[in-house]
């Protein structure tokens, strides 16, 4: 009997089972701890996009904080150039209001001394010839302004009196 040949046992139902169980228990302790795994690195992805999240949040806080800055120092730029635009235009117009004061002034101050002129030849209340009445109708008409003369060429209906020269308004309101 020494020469007896081991003969490779038959597995039985019961040791196929617990082959199996035991087969099963190390591939479900693996698929847990792939689970487990998957759920570290599911969880450090969350933290870390939180964290971006937030660090671009701060990052368009700040760009729309620079941006609202300088579209503030904008308007007040624009504010102060047009108001110094409006005080030159103001300037302009108070420099231009004030030429036309000094120019009826002295318009007024002319046609006074012509007035004055005229009545200081003759004393008051005595009678004009025709001829002296001429005359100082004349010095007054030379003395006056031409805008004067054009509003009395105006009054008269004068044709085209506005493209006259004084001369020529001189000689058509006598």
């Known amino acids: 009997m020494a020469n007896k040949s081991k003969k490779a046992k038959k597995p039985t139902k019961k040791d196929v089972r617990k082959q199996?169980?035991?087969?099963?228990?190390?591939?479900?302790?693996?698929?847990?701890?792939?689970?487990?795994?998957?759920?570290?690195?599911?969880?450090?992805?969350a933290k870390k996009a939180r964290e971006q999240a937030r660090k671009d949040v701060a990052r368009a806080r700040k760009d729309a904080?620079?941006?609202?800055?300088?579209?503030?120092k904008a308007a007040k730029k624009a504010a102060k150039n047009a108001g110094a635009v409006v005080k030159a235009k103001v300037a302009a117009g108070k420099a231009t209001a004030e030429k036309k004061v000094d120019v009826v002034k002295a318009a007024v101050t002319k046609t006074v001394d012509a007035g004055k002129t005229a009545g200081a030849t003759k004393p008051a209340g005595a009678p004009r010839s025709a001829s002296a009445t001429r005359?100082?109708?004349?010095?007054?008409?030379?003395?006056?302004?031409?805008?004067?003369?054009?509003?009395?060429?105006?009054?008269q209906g004068v044709a085209g009196y506005s493209?006259?020269?004084?001369?020529?308004?001189?000689?058509r309101l006598k």
Do not use: H, I, N, Y
């Open 20 to 45: 199996a169980k035991s087969e099963l228990k190390r591939q479900l302790d693996r698929a847990k701890r792939a689970l487990a795994d998957e759920k570290a690195r599911a969880r450090k992805a």
């Open 65 to 72: 904080a620079a941006k609202q800055d300088a579209a503030r």
């Open 135 to 155: 005359s100082a109708g004349a010095t007054a008409d030379a003395a006056a302004t031409v805008t004067s003369l054009r509003a009395k060429a105006r009054a």
């Open 163 to 171: 493209r006259l020269t004084k001369e020529q308004l001189l000689a």
